[in-house]
């Protein structure tokens, strides 16, 4: 278990009493004690995230809703305005179908008064004669009234035909109403599918950034959490040799780099985030520097306690010397 610096400080003030009695001491109170947790900044971080990856959650499946309603109404939209054209192009095929009927009626009504015309001069010759021919007057009167009644024909038929293509215009111009209102629809219902899918597309990456943060935190949350159960292996060893060939040292060492590169990939993924996290750096380090400093200067020899800080021999034997005595490289941590 790792133990706090102003604990082991307070166990050093003691040395010049029993140093022996005082390394008893701090191995009972060791065995007795929990491992150290996880600093804040890191724990707070990772409920952070947690929180924010379940909000990005809750926002992605309301947008996604919304999105689907929309698509929903646009389609149903273009599916009304497309039966409206269908209606209209239907009425406008029938009334077409008139416009060629009225055009034949007064094709017929042409052909029509032209043969009756063409009795025309039989009438002229029975008016002249119709003072001394008064017996000719009922056949007269017969042939003039075919006359008058082809020419009424005629201007029927011209009369229906211009309402049936007054009519069929009329309608025509309602379809291409129609299809326009029926293009947009479809236009409309295209881009909220595409808005639809951007929107889609956005709250999805935020929802797996979230996750990835939580994720990552969580790397994190446990590569301190291995380091500082291999810093306690290391502490609590017997090993006969010097610390320099405990092997749980050299494991100890390896977990502390694997935790830098954890924190190194938590600052490429998110400067600010790491920003919250690399606070917990300093303790993380203080604490298993003091943890190892108890195997390596068990009696506070290398220890100033006057001033309360390391004499230059300390680093050598208990610093960055072990590093270079197990032959391994101790990675860093951008300030």
Same mark, same amino acid.
């Given at each position: 278990?790792?133990?706090?610096?102003?604990?082991?400080?307070?166990?050093?003030?003691?040395?010049?009493?029993?140093?022996?009695?005082?390394?008893?001491?701090?191995?009972?109170?060791?065995?007795?004690?929990?491992?150290?947790?996880? %600093?804040?900044?890191?724990?707070?971080?990772?409920?952070?995230?947690?929180?924010?990856?379940?909000?990005?959650?809750?926002?992605?499946?309301?947008?996604?809703?919304?999105?689907?309603?929309?698509?929903?109404?646009?389609?149903?939209?273009?599916?009304?305005?497309?039966?409206?054209?269908?209606?209209?192009?239907?009425?406008?095929?029938?009334?077409?179908?008139?416009?060629?009927?009225?055009?034949?009626?007064?094709?017929?009504?042409? $052909?029509?008064?032209?043969?009756?015309?063409?009795?025309?001069?039989?009438?002229?010759?029975?008016?002249?004669?119709?003072?001394?021919?008064?017996?000719?007057?009922?056949?007269?009167?017969?042939?003039?009234?075919?006359?008058?009644?082809?020419?009424?024909?005629?201007?029927?038929?011209?009369?229906?035909?211009?309402?049936? *293509?007054?009519?069929?215009?009329?309608?025509?111009?309602?379809?291409?109403?129609?299809?326009?209102?029926?293009?947009?629809?479809?236009?409309?219902?295209?881009?909220?599918?595409?808005?639809?899918?951007?929107?889609?597309?956005?709250?999805?990456?935020?929802?797996?950034?979230?996750?990835?943060?939580?994720?990552?935190?969580?790397?994190?949350?446990?590569?301190?959490?291995?380091?500082?159960?291999?810093?306690?292996?290391?502490?609590?060893?017997?090993? %006969?040799?010097?610390?320099?060939?405990? %092997?749980?040292? $050299?494991?100890?060492? *390896?977990?502390?780099?694997?935790?830098?590169?954890?924190?190194?990939?938590?600052?490429?993924?998110? %400067?600010?985030?790491?920003?919250?996290?690399?606070?917990?750096?300093?303790?993380?380090?203080?604490?298993?520097?003091?943890?190892?400093?108890?195997?390596?200067?068990?009696?506070?020899?290398?220890?100033?306690?006057?001033?309360?800080?390391?004499?230059?021999?300390?680093?050598? $034997?208990?610093?960055?010397?072990?590093?270079?005595?197990?032959?391994?490289?101790?990675?860093?941590?951008?300030?």
């Amino acid at each position: 278990m790792v133990l706090s610096g102003f604990r082991f400080l307070a166990l050093l003030s003691l040395a010049s009493a029993d140093r022996h009695d005082v390394q008893q001491q701090r191995e009972a109170e060791r065995e007795g004690e929990q491992a150290q947790v996880v %600093p804040r900044p890191i724990s707070r971080a990772l409920q952070a995230a947690q929180r924010k990856a379940q909000a990005n959650l809750d926002a992605f499946v309301k947008a996604e809703a919304a999105a689907n309603v929309a698509k929903v109404k646009q389609e149903e939209a273009a599916s009304e305005r497309m039966s409206k054209m269908e209606e209209k192009k239907a009425k406008t095929i029938a009334s077409q179908a008139q416009v060629e009927r009225s055009r034949q009626a007064m094709a017929d009504a042409e $052909k029509a008064a032209a043969q009756h015309m063409a009795n025309t001069s039989e009438f002229e010759d029975a008016l002249a004669q119709w003072n001394a021919l008064s017996q000719e007057v009922e056949g007269m009167e017969e042939k003039k009234s075919v006359v008058l009644s082809a020419n009424k024909l005629k201007a029927d038929a011209a009369e229906d035909a211009a309402k049936a *293509e007054q009519a069929a215009q009329q309608l025509q111009k309602e379809l291409r109403q129609s299809q326009a209102d029926f293009d947009k629809a479809v236009s409309n219902a295209t881009k909220a599918e595409a808005r639809s899918k951007e929107a889609a597309n956005v709250d999805n990456n935020t929802v797996e950034d979230g996750n990835r943060t939580v994720k990552l935190v969580k790397k994190l949350h446990e590569a301190v959490n291995v380091f500082y159960k291999a810093v306690d292996a290391f502490v609590a060893s017997k090993h %006969p040799g010097g610390i320099e060939s405990d %092997p749980s040292l $050299k494991i100890a060492f *390896e977990k502390y780099n694997l935790m830098v590169t954890t924190f190194l990939e938590v600052q490429k993924f998110s %400067p600010d985030l790491f920003e919250q996290v690399k606070r917990a750096f300093d303790e993380i380090e203080t604490n298993s520097a003091w943890e190892i400093a108890a195997r390596c200067d068990p009696t506070g020899i290398l220890w100033d306690d006057d001033v309360d800080k390391p004499l230059p021999e300390f680093d050598a $034997k208990c610093g960055s010397g072990l590093w270079e005595k197990v032959g391994m490289t101790r990675l860093e941590i951008p300030v």
